[in-house]
């Protein structure tokens, strides 16, 4: 067995979810000559540039950091190369790799994919397993190739999704996993320890990349799918709607038996429910536009004018 010291590893990831697995193979002993990531870029209210999760953690533990804009130009390739890479160990790292990075170490690029592949291939694997009612989903440590999320599997590792699970809640959970995963996994990989196996093309998925306004409800889809918008979409986009011209995101909600016209907010217990396409989505925490966050009762005693109003168009009623 190959010492970790004496693996050279190069690792690229950017956002949260990319450092546990930085972090285990730190912990774990390995050679981390070189960490890229994305180009700090505006974030917030205040646009102030800001550095990545993963060059946070680098810089804290005194790792050298990269942040080319492109790796299709031979400079920042031929940057890579200088630091003699093993393997590349790539998570969430936000760019597609070509057969110029490919081919750098002779143990090739290994991609931790936060879905049991080749189920949910692309971008954002988290957000459309709670999307699609998946009730497992898992990781992936996959030897990369040049296509998206294609190449042959080395190991998987299943987690189940909780019925309240958000995908920031289930992003926690599968990082850690992956982490997990790739720590033994590589020791068995550049062991040659273990055989690549192909993904079953009959059985591929691909999800689209997530914009601000997949978040928008279309109310006469129904419940069930909105309260999976729900979900999926916090914390970013969120699931959002307007209200007397106003954006109101619907934080927290669970579906239940009725009918109502299509955006149409009526009472429910001590709170509100709308109509949908199918069946009713009961609010459980709303927030409006430039407001904190509130419980439905909450938010109810100072605007019991909600209820009879509609969502995402012109109200039933108004103020008087």
Known sequence: MIEP?????????????????????????YNVVGVVTRPDRPAGRGRRITQSPVKQYALA????????????????????????????VVAAFGMILRA???ELPPKGCINVHASLLPRHRGAAPIAAAILS??????????????????????AQATMKIRPDDTAGTLERRLAQQGADLLSATLPM??????????????????????????????????????ERMVRAYQPWPGAFTSWRGRMLKILRAHIAEGAADPGEVIPWED????????????????Q??????????????????????????GDVTRDQ
Do not use: Y
Not at 5 to 29: C, H, K, Y
């Open 100 to 102: 110029n990075v490919l």
């Open 61 to 88: 533990h005194g790792l050298r950091v990269l942040q080319p804009m492109t790796l299709r130009k031979p400079e920042p390739v031929a940057e890579l190369a200088a630091l003699r890479p093993d393997v590349i």
């Open 189 to 226: 990989w550049l062991a040659g320890e273990i055989h690549p196996q192909p993904q079953p093309e009959d059985q591929a998925t691909v999800c689209r990349p997530i914009r601000k306004e997949h978040g928008r409800i279309d109310w006469t889809r129904p419940a069930v799918e909105i």
């Open 288 to 313: 409006m536009e430039g407001r904190r966050a509130l419980p439905i009762a909450d938010f109810l005693r100072g605007h019991r004018a909600f209820l009879g109003t509609r969502l995402g168009g």
């Open 5 to 29: 010291s004496q693996t050279r590893v190069i690792f690229m990831g950017t956002p949260e979810f990319s450092v546990p697995t930085l972090a285990r193979l730190v912990e774990d002993g």
């Open 271 to 286: 709170g509100a429910a709308v109509g949908t396409g199918h069946g009713l989505l009961v609010l459980d925490e709303i």
């Open 133 to 154: 009612g998946d009730p497992v989903t898992g990781t992936t440590i996959m030897l990369m190739d040049e296509g998206m999320d294609t190449g042959p599997i080395l």
